[in-house]
């Protein structure tokens, strides 16, 4: 088993900034895809970005060229820098770790996105 706990989420102005975390309890070394979802109040969850073990990333239309996905192996943790942040980025963000036979998942950080 694996926990993954994510931090970082909050409230933020439009146009402002946030970085979310997502630590591993173990090494995320075998992990062949590992990303960000969101989940916004009536709405289904989406796929925000991923970042694969060959370190190619995934972004949603929504997000591309405000969010940027990056890895630490050492800290066994995946980041989302959130840049330009506005409104319809208000959700519940859950990390996501994928290898052949497990499905991992965290229990989510708020993001608010309001003046």
């Known amino acids: 088993q694996v926990q993954l706990v994510e931090s970082g989420g909050g409230l933020v102005q439009p146009g402002g900034s946030l970085r979310l975390s997502c630590a591993a309890s173990r090494s995320i070394f075998s992990f062949t895809v590992m990303g960000w979802y969101r989940q916004a109040p009536g709405k289904e969850r989406e796929l925000v970005s991923t970042i694969t073990r060959g370190l190619s990333p995934f972004y949603a239309d929504s997000v591309k060229g405000r969010f940027t996905i990056s890895r630490d192996n050492a800290k066994n943790t995946i980041y989302l820098q959130m840049n330009s942040l506005k409104p319809e980025d208000t959700a519940v963000y859950y990390c996501?770790?994928?290898?052949?036979?497990?499905?991992?998942w965290g229990r989510g950080t708020q993001v608010t996105v309001s003046s």
């Open positions: 996501n770790f994928k290898r052949v036979d497990d499905n991992y």
